[in-house]
């Protein structure tokens, strides 16, 4: 199993741009999820999903966009790139029942500036 | 909504010396709770988490937390500290009632010291 991946690991974008995070996991997990992690706050929830079709926001929710057509991807859109989202984004992956519910597995991350 | 308190955002310890990262949480009913580690450019890896089935918990690296409900507590253990031990550690809480939410503490930076 590949895990989380995530693309790209760098990326620099002009203020105004927009562009796509790409997430994908191979372990079936129904909920995947979006975090951006900022010095010394920790990692904040901006969108997640519990399945295919179904997704919701989180506590940073505003300039990003998701859908998730199928288990296996979640993207992340920039709809017109801020520095204030510069940031280490983090996609992570689990399953919402069993044993290791909760349990969550997360990708590289991507590192994105934004000028 | 959730909410977990990291007290100590650095914490420096000897190596073999005991390590201890503190976690509280905000909820009148035991959540999920979990450990995870961040070593440097890396993303997180999950430690241990409890989930009622045991007060102490056991994770990987030798690491343990203690659930205590009279403090809302959950911290983490390890008796002898190793410098791979070094890493940025994160307590994170879910409600058992949606459990499609979960929230992370602000890390505590650990520094080995050899």
């Known amino acids: 199993n590949a895990g989380v991946t995530q693309t790209p690991k760098f990326q620099v974008l002009k203020t105004g741009q927009s562009m796509t995070l790409q997430c994908a996991q191979d372990?079936?997990?129904?909920?995947m999820s979006w975090y951006r992690q900022d010095p010394g706050m920790g990692l904040r929830l901006i969108h997640y999903?519990?399945?295919?079709?179904?997704?919701d926001q989180g506590e940073v929710p505003n300039g990003y966009n998701v859908s998730r057509s199928t288990t296996e991807d979640f993207p992340l859109r920039l709809l017109s790139a801020a520095p204030s989202q510069t940031s280490v984004y983090f996609c992570?992956?689990?399953?919402?029942?069993?044993?290791?519910?909760?349990?969550?597995?997360f990708g590289p991350g991507t590192r994105l500036t934004v000028t | 909504a959730q909410s977990v308190t990291q007290l100590g955002s650095h914490v420096s310890v000897s190596e073999g010396a005991l390590v201890l990262l503190r976690c509280n949480y905000s909820?009148?009913?035991?959540?999920?709770l979990f450990w995870y580690v961040q070593y440097p450019n890396q993303g997180l890896q999950l430690l241990l988490k409890?989930?009622?089935?045991?007060?102490l918990v056991k994770g990987i690296n030798g690491f343990e937390a203690e659930f205590k409900k009279s403090e809302t507590s959950f911290h983490l253990t390890k008796p002898s500290a190793h410098m791979s031990d070094a890493a940025e550690y994160f307590c994170?809480?879910?409600?058992?009632?949606?459990?499609?939410?979960?929230?992370f503490g602000t890390g505590t930076s650990l520094t080995v010291i050899p």
């Open positions: 992570a992956s689990t399953t919402l029942r069993g044993r290791d519910l909760g349990e969550q597995y």
């Open positions: 994170a809480v879910s409600d058992t009632n949606t459990g499609n939410q979960f929230y």
């Open positions: 372990m079936n997990h129904e909920y």
């Open positions: 909820s009148s009913v035991p959540p999920y």
């Open positions: 999903s519990v399945g295919a079709g179904i997704t």
């Open positions: 409890y989930t009622s089935a045991a007060t």
